[in-house]
């Protein structure tokens, strides 16, 4: 009875040891078929690209004023927040759902104007209510960066949660067709550089310097448009 006992016993522990290799194995062919670092760098690089891409046109098309930006806009936002959530930049990540929400209101925005002037005009913006809405974002992004800080691991909370407040009002002023964004702008993204550089993500650190020259031309033209507006009234 011991013998048999013995045998079994050892029978077991046999078939355990076989299960274990089968299991290895099974998980070694499982590791072989994921994406290994470099194939993932490769992907997210190429994810990058077509993302920098659309935004150039969406850019390009918001200085033509042309109702297409913000579809480009709306797209480049969704590319950008699975890309910024794998670099730990939250306050980026959240700041493209606010861009995403800011893209339907400013299409919804331009559409009623070009309905009623059968063109987008560029309206005014008192000085007033500029230093008044750049306190509050200042109020914000501090309130932001804690949180941010304190409950997360972002990376650079504080400029990230203040480039996310000043982000969102530029977004604001360009869905209400102020040419004071475009200033706004040239300043959030000269800074967005040093951050994206400062993080290593070269391609849209490019972009954003792009960006600045796009601003400044957007703000050229737009001050054009307003000239002959102007001129018309």
């Not at 967005?192 to 792009?210: C, D, N, R, W």
Request: some cysteine; charged content about 15%.
């Amino acid at each position: 009875m011991c013998l048999e006992n013995s045998h079994f016993s050892n029978q077991d522990k046999n078939i355990g040891k076989v299960n274990q290799q089968l299991g290895i194995a099974k998980i070694a062919d499982f590791s072989i078929m994921l994406p290994t670092n470099s194939e993932r760098s490769l992907l997210l690089s190429a994810f990058e690209i077509f993302a920098v891409v659309i935004s150039l046109i969406g850019v390009t098309l918001t200085i033509r004023r042309h109702m297409w930006c913000w579809w480009f806009n709306f797209l480049a936002c969704s590319l950008y927040a699975y890309f910024f959530f794998g670099l730990r930049l939250y306050g980026e990540t959240l700041l493209q759902f606010f861009f995403i929400a800011m893209n339907v209101y400013g299409f919804y925005y331009w559409l009623k104007g070009k309905r009623q002037d059968h063109e987008i005009r560029i309206e005014p913006i008192a000085k007033t209510l500029v230093l008044a809405q750049m306190g509050m974002v200042v109020i914000f992004g501090l309130l932001f960066g804690l949180m941010l800080k304190h409950f997360t691991d972002a990376a650079v909370p504080m400029l990230d949660s203040q480039l996310v407040a000043f982000s969102l009002l530029a977004t604001y002023w360009t869905s209400r067709k102020h040419i004071a964004t475009w200033i706004l702008w040239i300043f959030v993204n000269i800074i967005y550089v040093g951050m994206f550089i400062y993080k290593e993500v070269f391609l849209t650190a490019g972009l954003y310097a792009a960006f600045v020259g796009l601003a400044a031309y957007g703000w050229w033209q737009w001050q054009q448009v307003k000239q002959k507006q102007l001129g018309h009234a």
